[in-house]
């Protein structure tokens, strides 16, 4: 890509009806020529439906996807347009953060999004962690994520019998065609985790279901760590079974909740790191039993209803 700013299309998925939008808001915020910049938004019911939908009739050389509830700062589209100078990187993400005026029981979720235990490597989606660096598809997220746009169409665009991870098998699928992700822990946006106990959990469930799902429509090893939170349901179900001995593992798990609630108490604060204690393990439990789930459903294409058909586009005027 030559040092002439390339033309940007970010585009917004939502709900039909909703009106107040803080992705597009933030949008006429951004540092960008507005010449070289086109806001789509796609409303439907299944979001790779509609983001398949809206990269059809996208202008950009690239492809700025965020969630409608995602803010970015205004130097964001800057700062990931100057990666794709390399030809070689074909898409750049970063974390989502809590916003510092968020309820405190959003930071707690925000506190077990971000802790290693409950998420692994997938933490970084949720949190500033290290430096630029060649990545894949664990610790970027769909909801701050630029892209090629001939890449994006040369794998097909999303998989439209996933939801989620359909950006999961997208990026699988950029790199064995021998493009480049990038995670940069500075490009960054503000959206608010779920705002109930009850979205969370659901969300949990809806993440380790999305993730089996994945897996049975597109294989990889890197899905391999994704089956420890079954396995650990597995183990409880069974270790009444083990006599004394099934004890240890329990015993070193609940070891390894306490060190994670420590270590978290020193970046995060001690009461919102305590409260997510419970979480921890939440997360695994509810994941667990969402992976479970996700490897016995039906899979099937989206329905007639969720066809592109059914999604209505909406360039928004910057001015």
């Not at 950009?60 to 794709?84: C, M, S």
């Not at 090893?221 to 650990?232: D, M, Q, T």
């Not at 695994?284 to 490897?295: I, K, M, N």
Request: charged content about 20%; aromatic content about 8%.
């Amino acid at each position: 890509m030559s040092n002439v700013l390339p033309t940007v299309t970010i585009i917004i998925p939502t709900r039909p009806g909703q009106a107040e939008i803080l992705a597009v808001t933030a949008s006429r915020g951004l540092d960008y020529p507005r010449e070289l910049l086109e806001v789509i938004v796609a409303r439907g019911r299944q979001p790779a439906v509609q983001r398949n939908a809206a990269l059809k009739i996208a202008r950009g050389e690239l492809i700025y996807f965020l969630d409608d509830d995602a803010v970015p700062p205004p130097a964001n589209l800057r700062k990931a347009v100057a990666h794709f100078a390399r030809p070689e990187v074909k898409m750049v993400g970063g974390p989502n953060l809590c916003p510092p005026d968020a309820p405190p029981l959003e930071k707690v979720f925000a506190v077990t999004l971000s802790s290693w235990l409950a998420f692994g490597p997938s933490r970084a989606r949720y949190d500033v962690v290290g430096k630029l660096r060649p990545t894949n598809e664990k610790e970027l997220i769909l909801c701050n994520l630029a892209a090629r746009r001939d890449a994006l169409q040369e794998s097909g665009g999303f998989d439209e019998s996933l939801y989620p991870n359909e950006e999961n098998a997208l990026m699988d699928d950029l790199q064995k065609r021998g493009g480049q992700l990038l995670y940069d822990p500075e490009f960054t946006v503000h959206r608010r985790p779920r705002p109930t106990l009850k979205a969370f959990c659901k969300m949990l469930l809806n993440y380790g279901r999305g993730r089996a799902e994945q897996f049975r429509l597109h294989p990889t090893a890197g899905s391999a760590l994704n089956f420890v939170p079954p396995l650990f349901c597995l183990y409880l179900v069974l270790w009444p079974l083990l006599g004394l001995i099934g004890l240890i593992p329990l015993a070193c798990y609940a070891g390894a909740v306490i060190i994670q609630t420590l270590a978290s108490a020193v970046k995060k604060g001690i009461v919102h790191s305590v409260a997510a204690l419970p979480l921890l393990i939440l997360t695994h439990l509810l994941y667990g039993l969402g992976f479970w789930r996700g490897l016995f459903t039906k899979l099937k294409p989206a329905a007639p209803e969720q066809s592109t058909g059914a999604v209505e586009l909406e360039r928004i005027n910057l001015e």
